[in-house]
């Protein structure tokens, strides 16, 4: 069961996704514009947002974008639109929503979106929560073993991204540097992920869409602004 936020100006696709969800299992409160989703963002954090794009006061894009800029945006978000263009939805993606979805929106589609970023916002709030290793205490290198000498400097610690391979595909373990702004560190983030999924597909479009759940246009837009060249990784075989 997850709390789930429904923003849309329109009465009954928010009875009917209400309805849905409901059957669900999940708790679902509804928002009929962006200071309503305001108000109930700050009063309690859901677990997953369906988020309309078009809307009377203030779009679902500019909400999503001020999420981002006050540290709010720290559940996954799941854009709607009847009207949207692939700009918009690849502009909301870029800001951080999760999926984008067209209405009318079929059952299976809702379902699989929702289950998906459900799942992505448990494995984010895991490794949130995971312990962090504190750094020893002294820096007095003299009383260490030569191999265990401290980095003098956080960009020793943390190697910048240009130099670190971003995932290895025996490990499967993600490295960048905590240096980085939030916005570059979840493109470089982006980029190792499909890079490791185009590898594992040998460069397949269609195998890849269906793996991560994004329709086949919106994931072409989400490589070329990602700069990631499908063709290359399969000839590499990442």
């Not at 936020?5 to 999940?26: F, N, P, Q, W």
């Not at 978000?77 to 692939?86: D, E, K, N, P, Y």
């Not at 290895?168 to 702004?181: C, G, K, R, W």
């Amino acid at each position: 069961m997850a709390n789930i936020l429904v923003v849309d100006d329109e009465m009954g696709i928010r009875e009917l996704l209400s309805e849905i969800l409901g059957d669900e299992g999940h708790v679902v409160a509804t928002a009929e514009n962006a200071q309503q989703a305001r108000e109930l963002r700050a009063a309690a954090k859901p677990d997953l947002v369906l988020l309309d794009i078009w809307m009377p006061d203030t779009d679902g894009v500019t909400l999503l974008k001020e999420w981002q800029r006050d540290g709010m945006l720290t559940m996954p978000v799941i854009m709607m639109s009847g009207h949207a263009t692939i700009d918009t939805a690849v502009e909301a993606t870029r800001i951080g929503a999760l999926n984008f979805l067209e209405k009318p929106i079929s059952l299976q589609k809702l379902l699989k979106a929702v289950q998906q970023g459900l799942t992505r916002g448990q494995e984010v709030t895991r490794i949130a929560s995971m312990p962090v290793r504190a750094p020893i205490a002294t820096t007095d290198s003299h009383h260490l073993p030569q191999d265990k000498v401290l980095p003098t400097s956080s960009s020793q610690m943390y190697p910048p991204i240009a130099s670190t391979p971003l995932m290895s595909a025996d490990t499967q373990f993600f490295t960048a540097s905590f240096e980085l702004p939030l916005r570059e560190a979840r493109d470089a983030f982006e980029r190792a992920y499909f890079e490791h999924h185009l590898g594992q597909e040998g460069g397949s479009m269609t195998r890849v869409a269906e793996k991560t759940g994004l329709e086949r246009t919106h994931l072409y837009r989400k490589l070329k602004q990602l700069g990631v060249e499908p063709g290359k990784i399969a000839k590499k075989g990442v």
